[in-house]
């Protein structure tokens, strides 16, 4: 059987069904839906700034008189009659955006006054609404302001029982003032909040310049301004970027300041959090934090807050940098949050778009452009249906008598009073409505002066709408009186609240500052088994070791240390205080943390910032090292000295401040002395010539200050100080003298 597919489209069988292709049928009703979702749910309309559901919460509290200066009534009775004529889905959706709307944490102009429990900054739920009440604010009867007069179109209900408003006339920049977020089906939008006072600051300049650039509306309005306050900590470029785009993201991070306590300690207080962040969350984060010790700069943190928020914060020591510990907070937990910028709004024609800053501007002021033509051409209308009786009125008064006798002896006055003064019909009803007391002298003048008002109030208003300019006009004076109304009745909350600042630069926050510091004994023996002793009062007696096992290296230092081991090979590798295995059983093998390929381990020290080394290798050559060039992070270490063929590493003596000269042994039984500068400092290398054999070769070289003296080791546990030394001094690379009789036989120094 073959079918025909054109022919199956198109056509509808017995039962009423249609075939159709099923991916056609999915994809279209997914498109339906999507853009339902889209226009009716979670993208605000870039003219009033509102949600259907928000839309629909302030017109029906305006339809039960819930004025800013009147009773509040139950937030249930509000959500009934919402969920009753104009949002059939349900009272907790409904409820959730009347509660959203009444936060003083969530919205920087709330828009709904609430009386009772409606949740706070901890993320508390609100109470049900059968307990909670509310009203409007003045911020939400700006947003009504002239709706009875034709401002704006009307629709009909869900049920069509009832009529709404596609769009409030918002006299106040809402959208941008309280921002919005939402996720619809393929796309979402995040506007952040900003400051009112510099909305409309920026809609007056745009009025005056209609060409000025984003970068130039910047001036005006510099960035979001969060209702929990926080500073923001973007550059300027980042800034201008996402309002020109409609796509970005700005850091925001608590706000702080440094108390200072008995003793020289001090402690750090948290005033103001990064906007939406739950303060509850995040002090269960700091919590979690110091307990597992991964802040080891903070020792404690207390939730102080009562109406105002005071998150203090102890440093573990009264040493630590402020600036450090708060860099690693903002590091690791809301203290510092991200907020994506996303103007993905409805326009005017229902349809889904991202904005920059100057569009989003542009949209409200052309709102209100039509709000005014619209309000104009209705007070218009209302003008010329009173001009008409008036007219009709004025007749009257005119021909008194002969009205009077119409009316009491015709049996159609309305018809007659029509066809003898070439009246309307609504004027001839008018006059028959007319009450006899109005019937005198005064009330004609008053007429007369009415009539006059309303004809010149006829003829501004024409004026108004055939002028561009006059319109632009009238909207700049709304603006500001709307900024003065503002200024007098809520200063508080025209006031910035979001510091904006510059980008922190990068601090470099060193090792031992993120590590609890404890003194340790690290111990490697001669078989390469290494481990962290806790304590400095260890002795090599009191540590046992495998059979056969004995220390090799013991070094006293802190968890806050690196310490570096060198090989004979000339690589040096860099071992963290804080991971070494611990003094428990007999540690680990060293080859277990760092790869050190069997060659002979010829020394261990803690690593000092500002030290320097003096190498040397048994060919006699040899070089200066700052301590700083031999950290690696690499398991392989660092070649640090570079050897000829045959010859090993053995000098790894630290130059210790104040020496001025070297002195090399070696098995010719010869010692030289030269003044250090003669030797190269490098960072890696072979090094110079310190010493000439002929055929011996370097047992040993040391740093000193030559005016103390040289030291060397004498008997078991005793030193020798030789001072007259005139004889081994000379240049570096010379065979040197025969060295003073009671040297040490291994001709080494130590």
């Known amino acids: 059987m073959t079918v025909d597919k054109t022919d199956d489209s198109d056509k509808t069988n017995a039962s009423g069904m249609r075939d159709v292709v099923f991916n056609e049928a999915l994809s279209e009703r997914y498109l339906a839906y999507a853009l339902s979702t889209i226009m009716s749910r979670s993208l605000p309309d870039v003219r009033d700034g509102l949600k259907p559901v928000q839309r629909r919460l302030l017109y029906a509290m305006r339809q039960l008189r819930l004025d800013p200066n009147g ?9 009934g009659d919402v ?6 889905h349900g009272d907790a959706s409904i409820y959730d955006a009347l509660v959203r709307l009444a936060q003083a944490f969530s919205l920087r102009y709330p828009l709904i006054d609430g009386h009772g429990n409606f949740g706070n900054i901890d993320g508390d739920n609100p109470a049900a609404m059968r307990y909670t009440e509310a009203r409007m604010t003045l911020f939400a009867e700006l947003m009504l302001q002239g709706i009875d007069l034709d401002t704006v179109d009307f629709r009909e209900n869900y049920d069509g029982e009832d009529q709404e408003p596609v769009v409030l006339p918002a006299n ?9 977020q939402g996720i619809a089906v393929g796309m979402a939008t995040s506007i952040p909040p900003h ?8 809609l007056l300049h745009l009025i005056d310049a209609p060409k000025t650039s984003v970068a130039e509306l910047l001036a005006f309005i510099p960035g979001p301004d969060f209702p929990t306050g926080g500073t923001l900590v973007e550059d300027g470029s980042t800034i201008a970027a996402g309002y020109s785009s409609g796509k970005g993201s700005f850091r925001v991070r608590a706000k702080w300041e440094v108390e200072k306590l008995k003793g020289g300690t001090y402690q750090i207080v948290v005033t103001e959090i ?16 110091v307990t597992a010790k991964k802040l080891p700069m903070l020792s404690d943190v207390l939730d102080e807050s009562a109406e105002d928020i005071r998150l203090v914060l102890e440093p573990r020591a009264r040493n630590v940098q402020p600036e450090l510990l708060m860099e690693q907070l903002f590091k690791h937990t809301e203290l510092e949050s991200r907020f994506s910028l996303n103007l993905n709004v409805l326009d005017k024609n229902n349809a889904p778009k991202v904005m920059d800053l100057k569009q989003i501007l542009q949209a409200f002021l052309d709102h209100r452009k039509e709000v005014l033509l619209r309000r104009s051409q209705n007070r218009l209308d209302k003008i010329d249906k009173r001009l008409h009786l008036l007219d009709g009125f004025l007749v009257v008064y005119l021909n008194l008598d002969e009205v009077i006798q119409i009316i009491r002896f015709d049996d159609h006055p309305k018809q007659k009073l029509m066809e003898t003064f070439e009246l309307s019909e609504a004027q001839a009803e008018a006059v028959l409505n007319l009450r006899l007391r109005a019937l005198h002298k005064l009330q004609e ?25 006059r319109q632009w006009t009238a909207i700049k004076g709304e603006l500001k009186t709307l900024r003065e109304m503002l200024a007098e009745k809520t200063p508080d ?4 609240r979001t510091v904006i600042a510059e980008a922190p630069k990068e601090l470099e926050v060193p090792v031992e500052a993120l590590i609890d510091k404890e003194p340790i004994t690290v111990i490697l023996s001669k078989i390469g088994w290494i481990r962290a002793v806790k304590g400095h009062a260890v002795a090599p007696a009191d540590i046992k070791f495998k059979a056969g096992d004995a220390p090799m290296f013991f070094v006293r230092g802190y968890t806050t240390d690196r310490f570096v081991v060198m090989s004979q090979s000339g690589r040096a590798f860099t071992l963290s205080g804080d991971k070494l295995p611990s003094g428990r059983g007999f540690g680990e ?46 398991r392989g270490g660092k070649q640090a000295v570079n050897l000829g063929a045959g010859a090993v590493l053995i000098v790894t003596r630290e130059v210790v401040a104040g020496d001025d000269h070297v002195a090399v042994t070696g098995t010719s039984k010869k010692m030289l002395i030269f003044p250090l500068e003669d030797l190269p400092e490098l960072a890696r290398g072979r090094g110079n010539v310190l010493m000439k054999f002929s055929k011996g070769k370097l047992t040993d070289a040391k740093t000193f200050c030559l005016e103390d003296g040289l030291t060397w080791r004498w008997g078991a546990d005793k030193t020798r100080t030789f001072s007259d030394l005139s004889g081994y001094v000379a240049q570096r690379a010379q065979a040197g003298k025969t060295v003073p009789a009671g040297f040490p036989k291994d001709f080494r120094f130590d």
């Open 445 to 469: 003048l008053e007429l007369k002066g009415e009539h006059k008002d309303l004809t010149d109030e006829k003829a501004q208003l024409t004026l108004l709408m055939g002028s561009d300019r």
């Open 71 to 79: 009773p509040t009534k139950k937030s249930a009775r509000v959500v």
């Open 83 to 88: 969920m009753g004529k104009f949002h059939p």
């Open 172 to 180: 106040f920049p809402n959208l941008l003032a309280n921002g919005s």
């Open 493 to 496: 909350l025209l006031k910035r």
């Open 589 to 634: 093998p060293i080859s277990l943390i760092v790869d050190w390929q069997g060659s002979q381990l010829i020394d261990l020290w803690a690593y000092n910032e500002k030290g320097r080394r003096l190498f040397a290798a048994d060919d006699g050559r040899g070089f200066v090292c700052k301590e700083e060039d031999l950290l690696s992070n690499q």
């Open 195 to 202: 400051n009112a006072s510099e909305l409309l600051e920026g």
């Open 274 to 289: 990064p906007f939406q962040v739950q303060k509850s969350r995040l002090m269960e984060r700091l919590g979690e934090l």
